[in-house]
């Protein structure tokens, strides 16, 4: 059964970290690129990060770049998301998903792109 499930989100003051954690099946995972995407309130869900399925590549939306990292750690089947210098505007439901086509020579930003999703974290920055 294809499963992914974040977990790590909750409240943090302007200006602080949390990270983030999205654990997988195997089946999800094997192969295939993984990413972070954010829904904020009243907006479309966004691009945040991707890494390729054998770690060698990242990449970051702008809006985040220098403050996220993504990780993962395939023998756990595990994603990961540091986020650091937290802004209300990261103020999200956070999401993992795995892209639809596997071995993928490039990381795509499309939300149409990856077909499995997780339920979501909410991340809250206060002021």
């Known amino acids: 059964q294809v499963q992914l499930a974040e977990s790590g989100g909750g409240l943090v003051q302007t200006g602080g970290s949390l990270n983030l954690s999205c654990e997988t099946s195997v089946d999800s995972i094997v192969g295939r690129n993984m990413a972070w995407f954010r829904q904020p309130p009243g907006k479309e869900r966004e691009f945040v990060a991707g890494i390729k399925w054998n770690a060698a590549e990242t990449e970051s939306a702008v809006s985040v770049e220098g403050r996220f990292t993504i990780a993962r750690d395939n023998a756990k089947n595990t994603i990961y998301l540091r986020m650091t210098t937290l802004t209300r505007d990261d103020t999200a439901v956070y999401y993992c998903?795995?892209?639809?086509?596997?071995?993928?020579?490039?990381?795509?930003?499309?939300?149409?792109?990856?077909?499995?999703w997780g339920q979501g974290t909410q991340v809250t920055v206060s002021s």
């Open positions: 998903a795995a892209d639809r086509l596997p071995w993928r020579r490039l990381i795509t930003t499309a939300t149409a792109e990856y077909d499995r």
